[in-house]
């Protein structure tokens, strides 16, 4: 059986490196980088997790140190239910294992049409009304148009950061 930590924002790398060292399995599950990205590159760092925040973690039968995991580095708390440990069966988390290893668990984004009122969520257009134009590169990055000084403008832009307007 799996149990879960709440981990502090960006936290899950180092929550699983610590219970590693400990000899705890721990499992943060991420999506797998955009394609065409460099590896060590900015866009290949970016956290993708699936479940941000939380980290599974497994332990061997009779494990007694609990305080090792409640005080561990970046963990906020341990998800409990009825004052126990919370659990996730194993079939559940090799569910999630298979699903991304074979890509078949994708974030789930917004499906834009060619001159839909979009919305710039976050970057240096963050909050500018923008009109969806198309996908760029094999989806990875979309194209769409900003009007500045008076006339529209080509930008491309990951289409996780956009929201339809209104």
Known sequence: MWHVLHAA???????????GLNGIE?????????????????????????FPGYVFFKLNDG????DLIRWAPGVR???????????????IVDHIRRRLAS?????????FRKGQPVVIES?????MDA??????????????????LGRPL???????ILKTSG
């Open 103 to 111: 890509r078949a668990l994708t974030p789930t984004r917004d499906t």
């Open 63 to 66: 494990f007694a140190h609990w």
């Open 77 to 91: 708390r341990m998800l409990q239910v009825d004052g126990a440990p919370g659990t996730v069966d194993d079939i």
């Open 9 to 19: 924002p960006n936290g899950e790398p180092q929550v699983c490196k610590f219970l």
């Open 26 to 50: 721990a499992y943060a599950p991420r999506f797998a980088a955009p394609p065409r990205t460099k590896p060590g590159s900015v866009r290949d760092r970016q956290h993708r997790s699936v």
């Open 154 to 160: 080509a930008v491309g832009v990951d289409p996780a």
């Open 131 to 148: 009109i969806f134009d198309g996908r760029l590169d094999a989806g990875a990055r979309v194209q769409v148009l900003v009007s500045l």
């Open 123 to 127: 970057g240096p257009l963050r909050m």
